[in-house]
Nanobody, 123 residues
């Protein structure tokens, strides 16, 4: 059974930093694209960032220069370092993995999902 488990969310003041992590089990995603989405209350789930198996990242415009995605294929884990956080970054953050190797920004293109971790940025 494939499982993705996030950790590291929490409450932080605006301008602060948080690092969220995702550990995969049940299969290796070392050859697949993995990414992060987020969903704020009353809004649709939105793409944040993804990285290919070779380490090539893509970011949504609102987080460029502030967020960094990384992956450790040997440990089947990935991380999202979030700096200069803003109140509008408040959301439940989900890690996701797809069985294909290309970058994708649509949620339906990811087959595997974590349960989500809450990130709250206070003003």
């Amino acid at each position: 059974q494939v499982q993705l488990v996030e950790s590291g969310g929490g409450l932080v003041q605006a301008g602060g930093s948080l690092r969220v992590s995702c550990a995969a089990s049940g299969r290796s995603f070392s050859r697949n694209t993995v990414g992060w989405f987020r969903q704020a209350p009353g809004k649709e789930r939105e793409f944040v960032t993804a990285v290919t198996w070779s380490g090539y990242p893509t970011y949504t415009d609102s987080v460029k220069g502030r967020f960094t995605i990384s992956r450790d294929n040997a440990k089947n884990t990935m991380h999202l370092q979030m700096n200069s956080l803003k109140p509008e970054d408040t959301a439940v953050y989900y890690c996701a993995a797809r069985t294909s190797i290309g970058i994708a920004r649509a949620a339906y293109e990811y087959e595997y999902w974590g349960q989500g971790t809450q990130v709250t940025v206070s003003s």
